[in-house]
Structure formats: structure tokens, C-alpha cells
């Protein structure tokens, strides 16, 4: 007698667009099962850990993330296989059967899925990260690798004191009739010229806009980037970033590439009477400025929302905007800095500065008009937010409770790297 033939299982791979991706590892950071890994050459997903739990899909700023293709699970698309690709291959139809069958695997795997234990976590981990209510619509992704757009660089001034080996430019570039509308908070990618070593186009590198939404100088089409010239890897090992050195060394009148915007979640409130709680060090200052800057142009037109800034970086003479910063009225905004490296002086992070300020900032967490938002070095985001609970459960707060309602009513914003 014939057994019955074992269904042929059919699968929605999850994979990633390479030529929208612009490999900030956000998506490899967000995965809670390490589902996705990278190569010198593309970022992928292996099909036989990944769960289909959606944690990385909101946090991902060009939507580079959200990509499928139904194929037999036989034949998934390996790592290798992706590490290659230059494109997406085609999205090609397996039949009836095959959908019918792949609708019940679906069900099946993102019912048994680690981070997707039914449909209501499943939507709470898609919508983790969302923008507070009242903040401007986003426009993303306007243009690609494919299709990008060019700007001409119109100023370039370092931030740093030039004794020290810190360097960091403030740099404006200028699209002229060319539309890119951006928000405080979102991104650009800028494409250095040449080539890899395997003589491939550089990929795209990620740098937050740090001028408001209506431009570095009001009513022009421009805007600004806090950008720090690498030297050095993760190691400390000499090696020259491919484009921040290109960046840092623009001079007037040069024209670069550009792609983007990108970004829909780390976006300022507009309604003016929120109070925006900044959190940064070194180039994490960027969208803090903006946001900082649009504020203070709109404080004439009746906005109160309070603004409090904790500021690190090793020196005085290392911190960007140090002159600008200090000129802002105290009665505008409430500037904490914090110095690791100041000869004589014992080592302060902003973790410190917080602690200081901790009856001041329970109160911040304890008014619904409060949105909280961290950038910087990866290494300051567990300490900072560890700070955070400290004080909370210290003022008869409970965190996980708060924590969670932060998130939820976007008033919690981390962007790290």
C-alpha cells in the first residue's frame, strides 16, 4: 500500500535588499535570536533561525529589511548565497499548492516563533518603535543607489579644537532645486567615490542630519552633518574611515552623493509644549542640535516645552558646539556636560551627570509631556538606561511598566552605533 506523499513544505524567506540596504547594523543589533548576520559585502538572514518575530522590521530606516520570497524550504537561499547578491533575485510564483501549503507553515511558525507567541505580540514587537503622536509626517527613501542625488558642499568648519587629535566637521551641504525634505532626527547616506577592494562601489554611509527641518540657514534648501573623522578601528588599530576622511576633507563648492532620507521613528514632538530629555555623546549630538535648534526658532511663536541636555565627551575641547551651546539661554535649555578625560580631574560620564540631576529628572519621568532620547557610542546606551531605572524605582516609579509605556506612546527613542 503507497503512504501518503509528505507535504512539500514552502516557506516566505526573509532576506535583505541589498541595494537599499546601507549596513548600519541596526537590524543585526535588533534581532533577539541572531538571526542576521553580515559579510564585508552585504547583511543576511539565515533561514533556518529566523522565526519571522518582525523585531527588526520598525527599527530598520530604509525598509532595506522588509523582504520576502517564497521559496521551497529545500531551497532556502543560504548565507553564502547571499553574501553574493547585488540585487534581490526574482520573487518567482511556486503555484496553488505551494501557497496553500506555505499559509499553513506561516501560521505554524510564527505561532511557535520565540519572539511571536500569538498575534498580539507579534503586532507589539512590529509597532516597538514608533514616532510620538504628534510628530511630522517622514518622507524616506526618496532615493536610492540606484537613483541618487547630488549635492554641493557650501561649508565645512571643524567643531574640535585643533590641538586636539578629535576631529570633527560641520559640514552643509545644499540641494538646490533638487526636493529632500528631511525632520530633525532622521538620516542621510552619503556614497564615497571609488572602489572596495574586490572592486565594488563603496556602499552607502549612514550620518544624522544636524540642521532643522527648514534647512541650516532658514528657508534654503540645505542641511548639516556632525561627522568625525575616523582613524582608528574598534581596536584601536590605524585605519582611515573610507568616507568620513572623504567627507572631512570637502572643500566649497565640491559635489557629493547622496541617497535617503531615512528614519520614521526618531522624530521630535511638534506639539511645543513636550519636553524633549537629550541624551548624547560625541557625534550622537547631531540630531540633539537639530532638534535643539528647530525648538529654539520656534520659541517666539509660544512653544513651552522644557529642554534638558546631558552632553559627554572626553574633553572640553572635544565636544562639538561647546561655544554655540554655551551661548543658549539657560532659561531655553538646562546643559549638562560631562568630561571623561580632563587632565586632573577625576573621569565623569553622563551617567554621572544624571545621577546629579536625579530628583530633577524623576520629575521629567513622571510628566506625560516628557519624550526621552539617547544617541551615541553603543557603550553608553546600557548605562544610561540603567540610570534611568535607577532613578525611576528610586521615586516610586516602576520601570518595566514605564518602560514599556515609553516605548508604546513614542517617548523613548535609542539610536546607538
Known amino acids: 500500500m503507497n503512504m501518503p506523499a509528505a507535504p512539500i513544505e514552502v516557506i516566505k524567506q526573509h532576506l535583505i535588499d541589498p541595494e537599499i540596504c546601507i549596513r548600519c547594523n541596526t537590524c543585526e543589533e535588533t ?101 510620538p503622536w504628534s510628530a511630522a509626517k517622514p518622507y524616506v527613501n526618496l532615493y536610492t543607489h540606484k537613483g541618487p542625488v547630488t549635492a554641493t558642499v557650501v561649508g565645512n568648519y571643524r567643531l574640535t579644537d585643533a590641538s586636539t587629535d578629535s576631529d570633527i566637521r560641520h559640514i552643509v551641504l545644499d540641494f538646490g532645486a533638487i526636493p529632500f525634505p528631511v525632520l530633525e532626527g532622521q538620516s542621510i547616506g552619503i556614497l564615497p567615490p571609488g572602489m572596495t577592494r574586490d572592486g565594488k562601489p563603496h556602499h552607502a554611509r549612514q550620518y544624522s542630519i544636524a540642521s532643522p527641518r527648514n534647512g541650516e540657514r ?115 535649555i538646562d546643559t549638562n556636560l560631562a568630561f571623561s578625560r580632563t587632565p586632573g580631574q577625576p573621569k565623569r560620564y553622563v551617567q554621572d551627570a544624571m545621577r546629579e540631576r536625579a530628583a530633577d529628572l524623576a520629575q521629567w519621568l513622571k510628566d506625560d509631556q516628557t519624550h526621552i532620547y539617547v544617541c551615541g557610542l553603543r557603550g553608553m546606551e546600557e548605562g544610561v538606561l540603567q540610570v534611568l531605572q535607577e532613578i525611576a524605582q528610586g521615586n516610586g516609579l516602576v520601570w518595566p511598566a514605564l518602560w514599556t509605556r515609553l516605548k508604546r506612546e513614542g517617548r523613548l527613542h535609542v539610536e546607538t552605533y
Open 31 to 131: 534581532c533577539p535570536i541572531d538571526a542576521i548576520t553580515h559579510d564585508e559585502n552585504n547583511y543576511v538572514v539565515k533561514a533556518d533561525v529566523c522565526n519571522g518575530c518582525m523585531a527588526c522590521i520598525a527599527p530598520c530606516p530604509t525598509g532595506a529589511i522588509d523582504s520576502w520570497r517564497t521559496v521551497f524550504k529545500a531551497q532556502a537561499y543560504g548565507i553564502e548565497e547571499q553574501f553574493g547578491w547585488d540585487e534581490l533575485p526574482p520573487d518567482r510564483p511556486i503555484g496553488e499548492a505551494a501557497t496553500a501549503s506555505l499559509q499553513g507553515s506561516l501560521v505554524t511558525a510564527l505561532g511557535a516563533g520565540e519572539g511571536a507567541t500569538d498575534a498580539e505580540d507579534l503586532t507589539h514587537t512590529r509597532t516597538a518603535m514608533v514616532p
Open 218 to 332: 532658514p528657508g534654503y534648501n540645505n542641511l548639516s552633518l556632525t561627522v568625525k573623522r575616523v582613524t582608528h578601528d574598534h581596536e584601536g588599530n590605524v585605519a582611515a574611515g573610507v568616507c568620513s576622511n572623504y567627507l572631512c576633507d570637502l572643500r566649497k563648492g565640491d559635489v557629493v552623493t547622496v541617497i535617503g532620507p531615512f528614519g520614521s521613528t526618531f522624530l521630535m514632538p511638534n506639539h511645543p509644549h513636550s519636553h524633549l530629555l537629550m541624551i548624547c555623546t560625541g557625534t550622537g549630538s547631531a540630531p540633539m542640535r537639530a532638534m535643539t535648534e528647530y525648538r529654539r526658532r520656534r520659541r517666539l511663536e509660544g512653544a513651552t516645552g522644557k529642554l534638558m541636555l546631558f552632553f559627554g565627551a572626553r574633553t572640553k575641547d572635544e565636544l562639538p558646539y561647546f561655544g554655540p551651546l554655551m551661548n543658549l539661554p539657560k532659561d531655553f
